[in-house]
């Protein structure tokens, strides 16, 4: 099991769309940029002690990657692939509850406000779906 992990190839995050109940879909992109990293905080179970999950652009040398961080959750492999060491290809957790509240945001070298904001509060814990689009970089 894991609480932190990063992606193996390069990438940029391109766009979040949110889906909750009946609503109509939300769609924000991003056009990805040299000096800022977008960012996608999940807050599940309940506002006062929530857990939270954090999936944002790393950077690891010249790349950029996708990290993955989970604050109180364990994430379990589900999947491992064949021929690659006991790398893993699918993972899965249990929160306690629902999403609450989705903070996605890209921050030029940590400016502050950020470049673009996205903070939304959801309607419907057990009807929804979010869809983040990280584009691998060919090369």
């Known amino acids: 099991s894991w609480t932190e992990a990063q992606s193996t190839k390069p990438g940029r995050i391109l766009s979040l769309t949110l889906r909750d109940g009946g609503l109509q879909p939300l769609y924000c992109g991003v056009r990805p940029q040299d000096n800022a990293l977008t960012s996608l905080q999940l807050s599940?179970?309940?506002?006062?002690?929530?857990?939270?999950?954090?999936?944002?652009?790393?950077m690891s040398g010249e790349q950029v990657l996708l990290g993955v961080t989970s604050s109180l959750v364990a994430f379990d492999v589900a999947v491992k692939w064949p021929t690659r060491g006991g790398e893993w290809r699918d993972s899965r957790a249990m929160f306690s509850g629902g999403p609450v509240l989705a903070v996605f945001k890209q921050t030029v070298n940590d400016s502050k406000p950020p470049n673009v904001s996205l903070e939304y509060t959801f309607n419907s814990a057990n009807d929804f779906s979010l869809s983040l689009d990280f584009h691998p970089i060919l090369g």
């Open 44 to 58: 599940y179970g309940t506002l006062d002690r929530p857990e939270v999950l954090t999936l944002s652009e790393v």
